[in-house]
């Protein structure tokens, strides 16, 4: 009779414990592709590896183990697309010339929008291959998708929709400049949903690397460089990287700070942003964020407010002018110090009202007032609460007539939602706690 606590039955138990594991990408003809080309610019590794993960989709694998404080990945200069590849390529000309100059953003959006259109003959087609055709960033939503956010993240996607959209037709002068390039007209290239696409791949992959601002580009800063296969690196909260570029070996560098053992994932770290702003910025949201929370806008706060307090007024202005009307948040940990100190403001009776400045500063109020800031704590937490109930419950009435880009998108929003659930949840412990 075999011993069933041998090596192989270890093995199958540690695996089924494990749960799914990964699936390396390598030998995808794209990656093969991706590989081969960056290897002529300059960049070879063996130390990361394409592969599907269960939890995360496509990201990179260590295929050995990685020391701590030791290089992640050093990607040559070479590689970078930048505004720098733009001017020296054959759109050079027609950027150096447009007046008043396009911004750094633009410049790079058309570059990627003419490189996918010349398909294989594209110097940069092994990159653009790979990525994504479509994001889950909140410009793609539509509006029955935008209703289900939490209204503080709701109003910041409306406003950069807006700010996207306002981008885009105040650029149709310069695509149209670009005519002579194509056979076909610019109009049907340069369409908002192409450049939706573009725009979304500079601002979601690419890493920050300051660049000498050129005289034939608009004022705004030029930070953007698409890094290929680095960007297949993806984000985790709780790591810490160190990441620049190296002026001495001319490579953008990732340094990883805790290290990685042989076959997990490499992550990198974005830096301690919350899920509201990983879905705005970037179109994903990270399980388990110790960075999230849940926001109370000055909207959600009136609920706290007493519209007979005749000092109402000057209390909200002392708050506005001390900077204290933002930034209001529920965490894991219950409500926060700036929260808090808010609605001890708003609780102040007219003789406690000489008091505020040291209440800002975070002094104690009458137990009285303490016991109001704590009700009304909870009625703001149940409000949060009873609106995610509702998206929720909202949302999965959407999911059954949805395609595969609008199921992705249900997703993410269902998952920050979810997040925002169980922060709620914890909060209202806390103040069931405390009261």
Known sequence: MKNSSGRRARKKKRKKREGPQSVTLSHEAHFVDLRRWLKKKGFNTQSLTPANFPDTGRGLMASKSIQA?????????????????????????????????????????????????????????????????????????????????????????IRQKEEFQELYFY??????????????????????????????????????????????????????????YLDLLNHCPSVQVVAGFNKQTQCYEIRSVQGCRMF??????????????????????????????????????????NEGDKQLRQKLQFLKDNDFLRNLTFGVDGPSWRLMTVLKLLSLKPEQYSSWKSVLLGAAVSWDREEWCIHK??????????????ALERL??????????????????????QEERVILERSKEVLRTVL
């Open 171 to 228: 650029s149709q002068p310069f695509f149209l400049s670009l005519q002579p390039l194509f056979t076909q007209p610019v109009e049907d290239l340069f369409n908002q949903d192409t450049f939706k696409w573009a725009w979304c791949s500079v601002n979601t992959r690419t890493v920050y690397m300051e660049q000498v601002q050129s005289e034939y580009l608009s004022r705004e800063k030029n930070a953007f460089a698409l890094a290929p």
């Open 377 to 390: 704590a909870q009625i703001l937490c149940q409000y949060l609460s009873d609106d995610n109930a509702k």
């Open 69 to 157: 404080n030791g290089v992640v990945i050093s990607l040559p200069k070479s590689c970078l697309l930048t505004t720098d590849t733009v001017l020296k390529s054959y759109m050079g000309e027609y950027v150096k010339r447009w007046d008043p100059p396009v911004s750094p953003l633009v410049a790079l959006c058309s570059f990627l929008i003419v490189e996918r259109h010349y398909g294989e003959a594209s110097e940069w087609s092994s990159y653009i291959k790979i990525l994504p055709k479509s994001y889950t960033c909140p410009v793609y939503f539509s509006d029955d998708i935008m209703d289900l956010l939490p209204e503080s993240v709701r109003q910041k996607a």
């Open 264 to 305: 997990d994932q490499v992550f990198i770290c974005y830096g301690p942003h919350d899920n509201q702003r990983l879905l705005l910025e970037y179109g994903f949201v990270a399980p388990g964020n110790q960075h999230s929370v849940a926001y109370v806008d000055l909207g959600i706060l009136k609920l706290c407010l």
């Open 396 to 417: 999965a009435q959407l999911r059954p007539c949805g395609d595969q880009t609008r199921l992705e998108q249900l997703s993410v929003v269902e998952s920050l939602r």
